[in-house]
């Protein structure tokens, strides 16, 4: 079974970089669009941008990011470590959420395995 | 952006009502929608997916329907189990990915 864990500070000052790790385990690492998606408290869920790992060195670590957050927001792979991770520039309270990372199939982008989530407060 | 747009936002209903929620495109995304589900303090999870497709593991009384710009999330017959929040999400466009605001299902 497929299981991801979302790693990283549960809090952050303003003005800073938010910076998340999602580890996967389980299952195969390619060809996979690797995700992140949030969820301000009380509200509805964000794709934020994913980064696809095809399993070829030639073809993998093309992103798509949601142009609302594109000049904030760089997503990395590390296949080494069946990692993947996400950094948020320049962040506000209206940052503050739950972040998942998720995967999605290569033939269409649904998130068929989540994380469990971490909540990230940005605050002074 | 496409947006999407669900109804009712909530909805009460008992143990055993056929339930709909609808999800609206604002423009077409052929059959490019999914349905996932979430409870309080848990991740979505996916139920359908392509407009009307089941996804491996649940229960054959939730159903998905559509297309173009109109979609529908049917439950046949509730559960206690299914009382949460539920999400569409189209997979048309891919800058960016959209979800619907949400459909709370309540306990009447």
């Known amino acids: 079974q497929v299981q991801l864990q979302e790693s990283g500070p549960g809090l952050v000052k303003p003005s800073e970089t938010l910076s998340l790790t999602c580890s996967v385990s389980?299952?195969?690492?390619?060809?996979?669009?690797w995700s992140w998606i949030r969820q301000p408290p009380g509200k509805g869920l964000e794709w934020i941008g994913y980064?696809?790992?095809?399993?070829?060195?030639?073809?993998?670590?093309?992103?798509n990011y949601n142009p609302s957050l594109k000049s904030r927001v760089t997503i990395s792979l590390d296949t080494s470590t069946n990692q993947f991770s996400l950094r948020l520039s320049s962040v506000t309270a209206a940052d503050t959420a739950v972040y998942y990372c998720?995967?999605?199939?290569?033939?269409?982008?649904?998130?068929?395995?989540w994380g469990r989530g971490t909540l990230v407060t940005i605050s002074s | 952006d496409i947006q999407m747009t669900q109804s009712p936002s909530t909805l009460s209903a008992s143990v055993g009502d056929r339930v709909t929620i609808t999800c609206r495109a604002s423009?077409?995304?052929?059959?490019?929608l999914a349905w996932y589900q979430q409870k309080p303090g848990k991740a979505p999870k996916l139920l359908i997916y392509?407009?009307?497709s089941l996804e491996s593991g649940v229960p054959s009384r939730f159903s998905g329907s559509g297309s173009g710009t109109e979609f529908t999330l049917t439950i046949s017959s509730l559960q206690p189990d299914d009382f949460a929040t539920y999400y569409c999400?189209?997979?048309?466009?891919?800058?960016?990915?959209?979800f619907g605001g949400g459909t709370k299902v309540e306990i009447k």
């Open positions: 998720a995967r999605a199939l290569a033939l269409g982008v649904t998130f068929d395995f």
């Open positions: 389980g299952g195969s690492f390619s060809p996979y669009y």
């Open positions: 980064i696809y790992n095809s399993g070829s060195i030639y073809s993998s670590g093309n992103t």
């Open positions: 423009q077409s995304i052929i059959t490019w």
């Open positions: 392509k407009a009307s």
């Open positions: 999400q189209q997979y048309n466009s891919l800058s960016p990915l959209t």
